[in-house]
């Protein structure tokens, strides 16, 4: 794994992040104004992509097989909501934290799919930010879907429940 650090104007930032994810396996983006405040500065962790990470997820869980035990959505909203508390006082173990948020992402962005949409939403979006950090705290590189890492783990977590 390795940073890669780009000073680039504002209005280029999308298409630099876009043409390094499409190079490299990267984490998320962090962003932040120059000291001119001008240009911006970007902040990506990446892999190089290997030959044996997985192409595709067909050995993985199906969504509907990670979350067919699992708690209702709305019932999920207010867990998360009450566990970000915990986890932000340090009371509650943040890798189960960040595996149920990713998780419930994920179905609300399927959710959102299965509504006829094909377009990637907000909620798709933020169901991969979610995983890339579930990825990041489990120390696991960016070498799959990381959508379909958090279906297998949940679907992992679920069985020892």
């Known amino acids: 794994m390795f940073e890669i650090r780009v000073i ?25 104004p120059t000291r001119d405040g001008h240009r911006n500065r970007l902040y990506i962790r990446a892999d190089l992509p ?6 595709d997820t067909a050995h993985w869980p199906t969504p509907e097989a990670a979350y067919d035990t699992a708690p209702s959505m709305v019932r999920e909203i207010g867990w998360t909501a009450r566990a970000a ?13 960040w595996l ?5 992402l994920d179905r609300i962005a399927l959710h959102d799919m299965s509504d006829g949409g094909d377009i990637p939403t907000a909620a798709a979006d933020l169901a991969v930010q979610a995983a890339r950090e579930l990825m990041d ?11 379909a890492y958090v279906r ?4 992992l977590w679920a069985k020892s429940q």
């Open 100 to 104: 149920r948020k990713a998780a419930l």
């Open 8 to 32: 680039c104007a504002p209005q280029d930032t999308e298409r630099v992040v876009a043409a390094l994810d499409g190079t490299f396996t990267t984490g998320t983006a962090t962003v932040y």
């Open 85 to 97: 508390r915990e986890v932000a006082s340090g009371t509650f173990p943040e890798r189960e934290f």
């Open 137 to 147: 705290l489990d120390d696991e590189p960016v070498l799959c879907d990381p959508r």
């Open 152 to 155: 297998q783990q949940y679907a």
């Open 50 to 55: 290997t030959q044996d990470a997985p192409a």
